[in-house]
């Protein structure tokens, strides 16, 4: 619903030049956690179940420059936000559909959990394993309205359990899931979109590869992943259904690309022989 929100908001500027580019700008990134002002006796507490039974979980806010780190690049990551170091222009009528986005780190949990075993020379080895857990909530903010359309949050988590493991190791290796998830996000909100211009290859009475007019001009590379939809006007109104998939093979120019067609192949090719309009929308 949101995501519907934000495409809204930004559909007048979109109709102007398609798959404009818009621009995020970092606001706030604070660390908060409920646990961070722990009491003396519940501290102590954890300490004495940590010896009981070999786990222990504390917040670790010295990895929130990690955590930055990887948030600013999933809001550099997609299709068609940019992160901007200018300032934003609060109320500028120029800034439509450019978005402020402040950063909450809410849960930094580091846990590890010790465990022995003994070959069968009778020696008891030890060995710890490290997980850390991080959760984050960001708010994007309309630069010229100044109303918030969406506060998406998002969880990963990393372990490290090598010879050289550590806490650090542990959040380091859950960084990349967090950089996807904001990006896929992002991606999904304001996707690309473009058109199939001609059928390629076939085999048999199946659609194997197409032409879409989306090439390096508009941010398009190989290995992106797009819906087929057929568009029909119902009333006034756009009706689209999806009728396949397709993944751009090679980007051929600054607007076309040629696409594999991964599903739907059929009805690809009998909507592109009936002269059908096929919107491409990215996934």
Known sequence: MLAALISCAISVSAQVERNQVYSIYLGEVRYSNPTENMSSTNALGQIMRAAATGKATVQAPEFQEMVKTAVVRGLSNSYRYRLSERQAQFGDESETGNFVADVNITNLAASSETSSVKDKNGRTHISIKYKGDVDVSITLTDVVSGDVFATPAFSTSGTSSSINASQEEAFRSGMGALVNRISTWLNRTLPLQANIIEGNAVKKDKQKTVYIDLGNREGAYAGIHFGVYTVK?????????????????????????????????????KAIEAGEQLLVISQ
């Open 233 to 269: 006007m119902v009333a006034g109104r756009e009706a689209r259904q999806q009728i396949g998939k397709l993944k751009i093979e090679s980007v051929q120019g600054e607007d076309i690309s040629l696409c594999k067609v991964q599903s739907g192949g059929k009805d690809i090719k």
